[in-house]
């Protein structure tokens, strides 16, 4: 197990167009998180999973955005009816309950055109 | 909710000499600080954090110190070389929470040779 996990690594869209990332988190991390990071910005929360459960989600995720993580292992994250302001990189992270370090992914930088 | 500010966000030092990055956090609450590094098109990671219950924390070069009261911390890097180089990202969280962290906003750090 090498670590996080994220594919694509680069994703370039148009506008209006829907996109899915995937993010797999090292085995037996049962958290999982997502951030976003715009250029020049720290990585901001978006949403937080416990196993399959979403726990909490930031109001900067939009009814476009929708995330899952059906069998507590692999996450998807949707980002319907892309918009620029969308462009950014996306980060994943997980953790063991009880510590409380989060190993991040490599991201999916997206690009909206 | 959380918010943290960060200090410097440029650093320019000459090999040898010392660093400090300085970060406050605004939610009492927060008893968790870790501080990542980001290297151009990688993932952040980890590099010292520290707990409310202690006051400074040191892992060779690097350095952590907690003021609860003023609610700053800081990152302290001695003896600094080239391959510090890097972007430095602080973070705040509540371990009785979600353990979302609060990401500052970053310093780059420039160690020129």
């Known amino acids: 197990d090498t670590g996080v996990s994220q594919d694509p690594r680069h994703k370039i869209t148009k506008r209006g167009q829907n996109v899915t990332f995937r993010c797999d988190p090292i085995?037996?991390?049962?958290?999982l998180y997502w951030y976003r990071q715009t250029l020049g910005q720290g990585p901001e929360f978006l949403t937080y999973?416990?196993?399959?459960?979403?726990?909490?989600k930031s109001r900067l995720l939009s009814d476009r955005f929708s995330a899952e993580r059906p069998k507590g292992s692999f996450s998807t994250l949707e980002i319907q009816r892309t918009e620029q302001g969308d462009s950014a990189m996306y980060l994943c992270?997980?953790?063991?309950?009880?510590?409380?370090?989060?190993?991040f992914g490599p991201g999916t930088r997206l690009l909206v055109l | 909710g959380e918010n943290v500010e960060q200090h410097p966000s440029t650093l320019s030092v000459q090999e040898g000499d010392s660093a400090v990055i300085k970060c406050t956090y605004s939610?009492?609450?927060?008893?968790?600080f870790p501080w990542y590094k980001q290297e151009l098109g990688k993932r952040p990671q980890l590099i010292i954090d520290?707990?409310?219950?202690?006051g400074e924390k040191k892992d060779q070069r690097i350095a952590v110190t907690l003021n609860k009261t003023a609610k700053h911390f800081s990152l302290h890097i001695t003896e600094t070389q080239p391959e510090d180089s890097a972007v430095y990202f602080c973070?705040?969280?509540?371990?009785?929470?979600?353990?979302?962290?609060?990401f500052g906003s970053g310093t780059r750090l420039l160690v020129r040779p």
């Open positions: 992270a997980s953790s063991l309950t009880g510590q409380e370090t989060q190993y």
């Open positions: 085995s037996e991390h049962n958290r």
């Open positions: 999973f416990q196993n399959e459960a979403q726990l909490e």
């Open positions: 939610d009492s609450a927060s008893n968790y």
């Open positions: 520290i707990r409310s219950n202690v």
């Open positions: 973070a705040a969280s509540m371990v009785d929470s979600s353990y979302k962290l609060i």
